[in-house]
């Protein structure tokens, strides 16, 4: 049961690492298909490489949730980051959605769009969703708090193997290759040499979307891995979910797929130490909270997958996107805190306009 909910995409992309390109992305997730989509739309040559399948990692083993801001609600964020600042976040994730489901062309992606839950947890987070109601609206957005729930009717959901499928395959010929593990780089005012362990590329950027995997090749980078947990289970007759749902500050989530499928993740709050891993698999401990929360639901369904993934957190809880101080050349897209389905497309936009 440790293998995700989500089936890989269909097409498989053997290869090996081109000898050079122009710009080569590290990294087949929704960073990597989002910036190379991006990159081939400017007319720049670039190549994905990606050591195992696309979204092997993180982008094939997350809920599908399709979120407009960051983990936390509006009234903390602008306590945290100012309200100018959060309204602009707000308004990049909710562009995010909009393109990235453009970019899939009309492709099948599993893509709903009836808006989400916000649950609160106690009194104090009550107060902050009613408080964020009010800004939201003020701000330019929809939202609306019921006393027990903020309802953002702009979110969505999505497939997301599927949707990182679609994307990739609009790319050119050749310009994804799999199966390609890069072991290490060298960046100059010529250029970058990559290497993987029998071959060697040199391009004129190197571009990593390798998220909660960054400080493997980038320890100077602060991402902290963190597991997130998962379970699935059968499909059920009743509607236990009506709307996929966060609670808790975003530590806890759950939606019912069109099909009956419930989904159940995080927990990670009852253990934050123990979660602050690279390792991907599920913890009995963790597990058994799913367990309940998802009886608690009443979903009667045997659970069919368990499963974790990898996410990378960040210092400032927001996306890192930029150039790689003190090295020419080679730029980062990733930290997305738990929420690359609702920033990847747009931060790998932001980055490509750098270029």
């Not at 990606?50 to 809920?63: I, K, P, V, Y």
């Not at 902290?224 to 499909?235: D, F, G, I, K, V």
């Not at 069919?304 to 730029?331: D, K, Q």
Request: charged residues 20%.
């Amino acid at each position: 049961m440790g293998a995700p909910y989500w089936k890989p995409p269909g097409e498989r992309y053997p290869g090996r690492l081109p000898e050079a390109a122009d710009v080569l992305v590290i990294g087949g997730g929704i960073t990597g298909v989002s910036l190379l989509h991006h990159l081939t739309a400017r007319g720049m040559s670039a190549v994905l490489v990606e050591r195992g399948h696309l979204a092997s990692g993180a982008s094939g083993r997350n809920a599908g949730f399709l979120l407009a801001g960051v983990a936390e609600n509006y009234a903390a964020a602008v306590r945290t980051y100012g309200r100018s600042k959060t309204r602009d976040v707000w308004a990049l994730t909710v562009e995010n959605h909009d393109r990235q489901i453009e970019a899939a062309a009309g492709q099948e992606v599993g893509h709903r769009r009836r808006g989400t839950l916000i649950l609160a947890s106690g009194p104090e987070e009550a107060r902050d969703l009613e408080a964020s109601a009010e800004l939201l609206r003020e701000d330019g957005f929809e939202a609306r708090w019921d006393g027990r729930a903020l309802f953002n009717p702009k979110d969505g959901e999505v497939t997301p193997t599927l949707l990182v499928g679609a994307i990739a395959r609009r790319a050119p010929a050749g310009a994804i290759r799999e199966g390609v593990e890069v072991v290490g780089f060298e960046a100059s005012s010529d250029g970058v040499v990559v290497r993987s362990a029998d071959a060697e590329c040199r391009c004129g950027a190197a571009i990593l979307a390798t998220n909660a995997y960054t400080p493997l090749l980038l320890p100077e980078i602060a991402i902290q891995p963190t597991r997130a947990q998962m379970l699935a289970t059968a499909p059920v007759r009743e509607r236990v979910a009506p709307l996929p749902t966060y609670s808790h500050h975003g530590y806890r989530y759950w939606r019912q797929l069109a099909s009956g499928e419930v989904l159940m993740g995080g927990w990670r709050d009852t253990s934050l130490e123990t979660e602050k891993t690279s390792a991907a698999e599920p913890t009995p401990e963790i597990q058994a909270r799913l367990d309940e929360a998802v009886r608690g639901l009443g979903a009667s369904g045997e659970v069919t997958h368990r499963w974790a993934g990898t996410m990378g957190f960040t210092e400032s809880g927001l996306p890192i996107v930029g150039p790689v101080g003190g090295m020419r050349n080679v730029y980062v897209c990733a930290g997305f805190n738990g929420h690359g389905m609702g920033f990847a497309f747009m931060s790998a936009k932001q980055l490509v306009d750098l270029l």
